[in-house]
């Protein structure tokens, strides 16, 4: 029993970033825009540490863009779960090109785990939790294993359960980026029609934010913009994102 334990006090398991960090960035960039507070952590202190992670759904276009302006070669991190969309797939490969990313890294499930625990592929249809934890966190969490920080799109106005997102945070040890935190919807199309960036091709029927094809549905007048999914269940995130408690007095 002794050498396992030696060997494992040799590794480093000291996180990159704390909760604490995370709070300190906050407090750092406040009231700086999005586009000045990417251009300084892409090109300055976390260079060739981070990755931008994007479903290339509704709204992807705007982060997409920012980043690219920034640096085309930071690695963008996109999780295919194989129930995706085909016009989403296609317009993860136009906007790709279109702003030039030199780094696409697509992410699949494992097919061994799919093999043992979604042999059938019907998995969504009575445990989302467990589908999502298998086709998108444990591929995601592959993804984002050589980096200490990364990116992510999220925006406060998308449902109540993400009102209160903060521009940072703390997530297994490393720094997770939300520019967009406090951008609303008027915001982000003004950005679109700004640089004439092209949108994805099932906005225009109602799908307003767009995850996997069974689990998506069209969103109604009036409703949060993430009511179309998964709207026959208990759940608002995929499990990749948890329903936001932070608190910026903490």
Same mark, same amino acid.
């Given at each position: 029993?002794?050498?396992?334990? #030696?060997?494992?006090?040799?590794?480093?398991?000291?996180?990159?970033?704390?909760?604490?960090?995370?709070?300190?960035?906050?407090?750092?960039?406040?009231?700086?825009?999005?586009?000045?507070?990417? #251009?300084?952590?892409?090109?300055?202190?976390?260079?060739?540490r981070i990755a931008a992670?994007?479903?290339?759904?509704?709204e992807s276009a705007v982060?997409?863009?920012?980043?690219?302006?920034?640096?085309?070669?930071?690695?963008?991190?996109?999780?295919?779960?194989?129930?995706?969309?085909?016009?989403?797939?296609?317009?993860?490969?136009?906007?790709?090109?279109?702003?030039?990313?030199?780094?696409?890294?697509?992410?699949?499930?494992?097919? #061994?785990?799919?093999?043992?625990?979604?042999?059938?592929?019907?998995?969504?249809?009575?445990?989302?939790?467990?589908?999502?934890?298998?086709?998108?966190?444990?591929?995601?969490?592959?993804?984002?294993?050589?980096?200490?920080?990364?990116?992510?799109? #999220?925006?406060?106005?998308?449902?109540?359960?993400?009102?209160?997102?903060?521009?940072?945070?703390?997530?297994?040890?490393?720094?997770?980026?939300?520019?967009?935190?406090?951008?609303?919807?008027?915001?982000?199309?003004?950005?679109?029609?700004?640089?004439?960036?092209?949108?994805?091709?099932?906005?225009?029927?109602?799908?307003?934010?767009?995850?996997?094809?069974?689990?998506?549905?069209?969103?109604?007048?009036?409703?949060?913009?993430?009511?179309?999914?998964?709207?026959?269940?208990?759940?608002?995130?995929?499990?990749?994102?948890?329903?936001?408690?932070?608190?910026?007095?903490?």
């Amino acid at each position: 029993m002794g050498e396992p334990a #030696r060997i494992l006090d040799m590794i480093d398991v000291t996180p990159a970033f704390t909760r604490a960090d995370a709070q300190a960035m906050q407090t750092r960039f406040e009231g700086v825009s999005a586009q000045d507070m990417l #251009r300084e952590l892409l090109a300055g202190e976390l260079r060739g540490r981070i990755a931008a992670v994007s479903s290339f759904g509704a709204e992807s276009a705007v982060l997409l863009h920012m980043v690219a302006q920034v640096d085309v070669d930071v690695p963008v991190v996109f999780t295919n779960t194989q129930k995706m969309f085909g016009e989403t797939l296609a317009y993860r490969d136009e906007l790709a090109e279109t702003l030039g990313f030199t780094d696409l890294r697509v992410f699949r499930p494992d097919p #061994r785990l799919l093999a043992i625990k979604d042999k059938t592929g019907l998995r969504w249809s009575y445990d989302p939790d467990g589908c999502c934890d298998l086709r998108k966190v444990e591929p995601l969490r592959r993804a984002l294993a050589p980096f200490d920080s990364w990116i992510s799109g #999220r925006k406060g106005f998308q449902s109540g359960t993400r009102t209160a997102l903060p521009r940072f945070e703390e997530d297994e040890g490393r720094l997770k980026i939300n520019p967009l935190a406090d951008w609303d919807k008027a915001k982000l199309d003004a950005y679109f029609a700004e640089h004439e960036l092209p949108r994805h091709p099932l906005e225009a029927q109602g799908y307003l934010s767009i995850g996997c094809a069974p689990c998506t549905t069209k969103v109604a007048p009036g409703e949060d913009p993430r009511a179309g999914r998964w709207r026959s269940f208990d759940k608002v995130e995929c499990g990749i994102h948890a329903p936001t408690d932070y608190d910026p007095m903490i």
